[in-house]
């Protein structure tokens, strides 16, 4: 069974800065795609950036030029570095790999989320 471990969240003035971690573990023979997704109270959960097996990036509008997603492939890792915060930032954080393949079943690629991580972002 393949489980994501989000750590990194807290509390943080407006301005400052927050590193967002998440490690996939299980029988993980690879994994296609690897982000962040948020979801703020009463709104639907929303994409913060991603990050493919080669490297190639995608970021919400909102968050290009402060956040910056990267990737340890060799530990099933995903890291988001957010800075220039925002009380809009404040959210639950996600972590979201896409396309996993395990050990045994190499043709086989399902989805998996994390439990969430807390940002809050005070003015």
């Known amino acids: 069974q393949v489980q994501l471990a989000e750590s990194g969240g807290g509390l943080v003035q407006a301005g400052g800065s927050l590193r967002l971690s998440c490690a996939a573990s299980?029988?993980?023979?690879?994994?296609?795609?690897m982000g962040w997704y948020r979801q703020a109270p009463g709104k639907q959960r929303q994409l913060v950036a991603v990050i493919t097996s080669g490297g190639s990036t995608n970021y919400a509008d909102s968050v290009k030029g402060r956040f910056t997603i990267s990737r340890d492939n060799a530990k099933n890792t995903v890291y988001l570095q957010m800075s220039g915060l925002k009380p809009d930032d404040t959210a639950a954080y996600y972590c979201?790999?896409?396309?996993?393949?395990?050990?045994?079943?190499?043709?086989?690629?399902?989805?998996?989320w994390g439990q969430g991580t807390q940002v809050t972002v005070s003015s």
């Open positions: 979201n790999a896409e396309g996993v393949r395990v050990r045994g079943t190499p043709f086989e690629s399902s989805d998996y």
């Open positions: 299980g029988s993980i023979f690879s994994i296609n795609t």
